[in-house]
């Protein structure tokens, strides 16, 4: 039954952007569609630069990858805090990292439809996006859930033979609130995506905060982006299944 809706689910969604996309070559969008689920590029100059970096990344090295990573400031904050932590459990490997900091779900999937995936083929894509979404009243708890559905929908569809580690938004801020509260409940519907087959979910948040709750800065140092503790946790929690995966001949 879980498989059957997880079908129902992905299969249904796997059209929004290309439905939006039709929205967007003429006819206006709906005043109350769902944010998080129409492509729109980035405005603002850094995240312009980077978004255009990242694309140049993909366009420019296609082929054949180990591991893509697909999300925003903490999945760019690999190649900042993490970075140690990255030399060691990625150096060795072909890896990509797509992560663009202040991204939404719409952000991803303008760059899907603008080359992100184009002549890439990874084995593996670690997925973790949603969180700038959960600002204030942007989008609710099920528009956040559509607009991360959408983007495992479009890799699948771009990429049939890769592998999702699809992550739980990470928790965030110092102690319990609202927020926490909102990605929790985003995350239960997240992992029932998980169908023991293309699509895997992990969720890092209890290993992300301490015994009363709270977040310490030591592992967050604003209370929303790891340090190298936090990296290393999210790399020892997915080597297990990279490392299945990749010694297993895919292509």
Not at 99 to 120: A, P
Not at 200 to 209: A, E, N, T, V
Request: hydrophobic fraction near 40%.
């Amino acid at each position: 039954m879980k498989s059957f809706c997880i079908f129902i689910a992905v299969a249904a969604l796997a059209l929004v952007p290309g439905s939006v996309r039709a929205q967007t070559n003429g006819q206006a969008a709906d005043s109350h569609a769902n944010s998080a689920i129409v492509p729109v590029p980035r405005t603002d100059r850094y995240a312009t630069n980077r978004e255009a970096l990242v694309l140049r990344r993909a366009k420019e090295h296609p082929g054949k990858y180990d591991i893509e990573f697909i999300g925003d400031s903490i999945t760019q904050g690999w190649e900042e805090s993490g970075k140690k932590v990255w030399d060691e459990f990625y150096g060795h490997r072909k890896v990509i990292n797509m992560g663009v900091s202040g991204d939404r779900t719409q952000h991803v999937l303008w760059r899907f439809e603008n080359g992100q995936l184009d002549g890439i083929k990874a084995r593996a894509a670690v997925v973790m996006i949603g969180t700038n979404n959960s600002n204030n009243q942007d989008n609710t708890e099920a528009e956040i859930l559509e607009g991360v559905t959408a983007i495992v929908s479009e890799i699948r569809h771009r990429q049939p033979e890769t592998k999702i580690l699809l992550f739980g938004i990470f928790p965030r801020g110092q102690k319990f609130s609202a927020q926490r509260g909102k990605i929790l409940q985003i995350n239960q519907a997240l992992a029932r995506l998980d169908d023991g087959k293309s699509i895997f979910y992990l969720d890092l948040g209890p290993q992300l905060i301490q015994d009363d709750g709270s977040i310490s800065k030591s592992m967050m140092r604003d209370y929303l982006h790891p340090g190298e503790a936090g990296y290393r946790i999210w790399a020892n929690a997915m080597e297990p299944k990279l490392r299945q995966w990749l010694h297993k001949e895919l292509w």
